[in-house]
């Protein structure tokens, strides 16, 4: 089973693909008939997966072993921004401000100040992003988003050293 996946680098970087497609179905599906309201870190959580799914898409259609390999670096660059985005988001909720206020949304926030001010303000997060809204097995979405970024970065990693050690 593990040599199908990874004896074949274009169809394991389409696999990672067409999973992060499906996790942002979910997250769509969350939003728009659940109706639950992404915060800021979500957003930027959103933003990894999808930039996840570009890199190991792009890297999936080209033959080229080097272009194969730069899509799988910046896939996992942005698996681990995700993965780090996720465990703050996890440690905010788990241990919340003593002081909850609603912050500005994300796109207030880059409108509003400069892009280096913006960025530790999202990280930062605030009322909503530690608001808990839904669970599964008892794991946050925070904390199944990390598990999820946490799981692709492995994949890539294996992935890439694999691809190294194939001549």
Request: a positive charge.
């Amino acid at each position: 089973m593990i040599d199908w996946y990874f004896g074949a680098p274009r169809r394991a970087l389409g696999l990672i693909c067409l999973a992060c497609v499906l996790m942002l179905a979910f997250g769509l599906y969350l939003q728009h008939v659940v109706g639950l309201e992404p915060c800021p870190m979500c957003i930027v959580q959103r933003y990894a997966l999808v930039l996840v799914a570009l890199f190991t898409g792009l890297a999936a259609i080209f033959r080229n072993r080097a272009l194969q390999v730069t899509g799988g670096v910046l896939a996992l660059v942005s698996a681990v921004g995700g993965a780090y985005t996720a465990a703050s988001q996890s440690w905010l909720q788990w241990y919340p401000p003593e002081v909850v206020s609603c912050g500005r949304d994300l796109y207030g926030m880059i409108e509003t100040f400069p892009l280096k001010r913006a960025l530790p303000l999202i990280f930062r997060g605030g009322g909503d992003c530690s608001k808990v809204d839904w669970t599964l097995f008892g794991l946050t979405l925070a904390n199944w988003s990390f598990i999820a970024f946490v799981v692709l970065s492995l994949m890539l990693i294996t992935l890439l050293l694999r691809r190294r050690t194939v001549r």
